[in-house]
């Protein structure tokens, strides 16, 4: 059937089409049911709704999801037909069932994610079938594999690029910026690209937006990766792998975090960012991993997919028992960033000492000689400090460093939490206190979020042991609900 | 945040709310999250979409499915909130993640489902749970009670009421309005709901409703019954187990059917409609039961968690190698179940055959002696026509089932397929049927479907072998296509 487009200013997640009642009726569709809408030779899937009084009968109206990728303009002839279930279906319900896929198959769904062809809906029964049925390490190099050829590429002419990436699960735990000046300061090329949060109180990318330009261009990154040897951005608006940023946005609705497509998403980000010497941060005992076999079976996939790929990924076992850092929330990450990179003596020594740990791994993964005390004395001559100086500015195209460092500040309304007793501190939970950053409106309020005041250790009745920040009285009545009631510190 | 409420005429298929970007900002939301829209004491989760010119920045647009749940008029001030991941969506993760769930967790995901708390995605997860990690009897009989619990119920007086029920997977397979019939006709009483098809050509509700009204209220249907001892109703409408039927929607998606959630389907709506001997048909052997030791094992469990709730679930076992009838489409099915009514020597033999079975099977589980020669008489003495034509009357409210019945006709647009060669038909596939009458418009356009002239055994070359009917010709063609790439009908 034939329809005339009408694009709507309306972003619905996902492509839908409006129709009136008596169009739907003709084209023999219900709210739900899918048609593919095409123009000329593109088409996509979307899903239908009936919406009065928004288009005629002649009309369809298009979500910008649709306008967007069919570059519509509004009154164009726009073909509609009715969608069986169609292939990329059928093949989630194989998965589902507990069968291997194909090279194929895995290619057509990740074109069909990427293209907008499945549904949300569609892509929470792939994830689950992932989840519980499994991949082999054969599938999950072919899904590698499409992701990688899905999506956009950056090459470098060096020999050796340089990456880090830790899986998370640790709250703070902001080794990257630091990781990222030391290294290339010592040399090596690291363009570094990070996501935003996905569970956690933030992730790189917001940290850094804090003082950063973060969204920048493939070109750009090239020509800042030239001058400076590193960047930190945010690697979301790269279109490196476009097909995972769905993936996770439907993973992110239960707080899922899908082994194959763990290994997939960072290996083919990676790789398609032109890296080739990854050092892959693998906490256990509190994070991700409960135990070291876990993580190092985790590390083994990664090692072995990296080969098949010809990039070395080096994974590194870390504690993972408690938060790393005093800050959580962007701005507070940044502040123990500054703070460790400018050698100030209250720093917080744990961020420190990972930061150094990681930096000399990837160094040595490089080839670099006696690592560990390179990096230390490029952290502690201030060469470091000197260098994401020069990133920053490079990414932000202006000498302002100084000035967005001295702008930061933090949330007004706050809550200080003191230790209800004298003792000792024996826990502080990891996700408990992501969760307590969430419920305070990070990431995206930056100046939100939770300070630390003590590790594990002695405590004494009195003593500060949180500060609670938020832009809203709100959030911070129901954070200071949550701390009471799942106790994220956990004190004998 | 406070905004006022604007119904809009929009029916999105689940709760959404439309804001504009400035509102979103302001309620620091961003398309996709999950608001919590309250009037007075009622409140309903919704998924925010953005879309100008729809609403003012101090209105959120409300699709049909919140301004019917909240009964808005428009203009009155609703009380937006956040809303974390609660603790439904935690629920299906724990369940995801391999748990058992203890029974105030599956009332909560019920619940939570019934109020359309939880988006169809969520759903999608709950359901690859269930399949994937499966569930304990013990769990199924939590998962039946609750959704018994949360619905609407029927109530007899009398000590035994009757009903069938099919598994489904079979191509036609329309025994109940002739078993309805003959048991009702033996002094049994049985008010019949049936589905409307999930992934067949046909439901019984799409069948009966080609002559008869479907969908009555629960009281008209106590009236009837009381009357005629029978019914043959759609269940959809009547409130039984809401929960079903939105589970039932996005298992649809990938046309799942999922071992648990059929269980409890079955057995709260039958529970829930006043039943207590239910015989349940489990074909195997080309249906969705493979061997006949799947189709024991589900069948006992029908029996033990029926025995939990003191109704007799009774299981037989039948032939689900190939399709019963001739006819598959809504028109189609009910002109075979009308000529076996008829006793018309040319009707289906296996319809016929497969109906008296079950016909005495019920009876003999509610204490009918010689039911088999007694189902028998009652067919062939036309005595089960008589009680169909009473109960179609009673639920039509006048005496037009000649009128109806007469007025029954095929889709116009139709092809004739011939056997290519002469031989043996050695398998006509009922999946592959359904799809083909799907293809061709059911259960949608009641008129269209698939005529098969042969069942298994000789054919020679040239013999009809199907007719199919369509209200359009593209999907005719689309059917062809289908016919040649797919082969239902297997001939060595």
Redesign the interface.
């Known amino acids: 059937m034939r329809l005339k487009s009408k694009n ?7 492509p839908v089409v ?1 129709l009136t009642e008596k169009a739907a009726k003709k084209l ?1 569709v219900h ?2 049911d899918r048609v593919k809408v095409s123009l000329n030779k593109k088409s996509i899937y979307a ?8 288009v005629r009968d002649a009309e369809i109206g298009l979500s910008k999801e649709i306008s967007s990728y069919l570059r519509t303009k509004g009154n164009e002839t726009l073909e509609i037909s009715t969608a ?2 169609f292939l990329g ?1 059928k093949i ?2 194989k998965k ?1 069932d507990g069968a291997s896929l194909t090279k194929e198959e895995i290619v057509k769904v990740v074109s069909e994610i990427t293209n907008n062809n499945l ?7 792939f ?3 992932e ?3 499994g991949m082999t390490l054969q599938e999950t190099i072919y899904l590698t594999e499409a992701m990688i050829n899905s999506g956009k590429h950056i090459h470098f002419k060096d020999k050796i690029v340089a990456d880090k990436h830790c899986i998370g699960g640790i709250a703070g735990n902001r080794t990257t910026p630091i990781v990222v000046s030391i290294c290339t300061a010592a040399g090596l090329k690291m363009p570094k690209s990070s996501s935003r949060a996905i569970t956690s109180a933030s992730g790189t990318a917001d940290v850094m937006e804090t003082i950063a330009n973060v969204e920048l261009s493939t070109d750009k990154i090239k020509k800042i990766v030239d001058k400076t040897n590193g960047c930190l951005v945010w690697g979301g608006s790269l279109g490196l792998a476009p097909s995972d940023d769905k993936i996770i ?2 993973e992110r ?4 975090d899908v082994e194959p497509q763990l290994l997939a998403s960072i290996i083919s980000k990676k790789i398609s960012a032109g890296s080739n010497r990854i050092v892959v941060d693998i906490p256990y005992g509190g994070g991700k991993m409960k135990t070291k076999g876990e993580a190092k079976a985790l590390g083994d996939k990664f090692a072995k997919i990296g080969k098949h790929f010809n990039v070395k990924f080096k994974p590194v076992y870390t504690d993972g028992t408690q938060p790393i850092g005093n800050g959580f929330g962007p701005v507070l990450e940044m502040q123990d960033v500054l703070s460790v990179l400018r050698n100030e003596p209250d720093c917080p020594q744990d961020l420190k000492k990972k930061s150094l740990y990681l930096a000399a791994e990837i160094m040595s993964l490089c080839g670099i000689y006696f690592a560990g005390s390179k990096a230390k004395k490029i952290l502690e001559s201030g060469e470091a400090y000197k260098k994401f100086k020069e990133i920053v500015n490079a990414q932000n195209e202006s000498k302002d460093f100084d000035k967005r460092v001295k702008s930061l500040s933090l949330a007004k309304v706050h809550f200080h939490y003191y230790s209800p007793k004298s003792g000792k501190v024996v826990e502080i939970n990891n996700q408990k206190i992501n969760s307590l950053c ?2 305070l ?1 990070t990431p ?2 930056p100046r939100a979020g939770v300070y630390l005041h003590r590790h594990l250790g002695k405590v004494k009745e009195g003593d500060d042991l949180l500060t609670l920040y938020s832009e809203s009285e709100e959030r911070l009545k129901d954070a200071e609900k949550f701390l009471l009631e799942y106790q994220p510190i956990k004190i004998v």
Chains 1, 2 share one sequence.
């Open positions: 709507l200013r309306w972003i619905a997640g996902r409006i023999n709210v739900d899903v239908v709704d009936l919406f009065e009084g928004v069986e279930m279906a989630i319900k589902l549904t949300e809906t569609e892509i929470a029964y994830v689950s079938a989840k519980n049925q946005q439907v609705i239960l707080n899922l969430r419920i409106g995206e309020n």
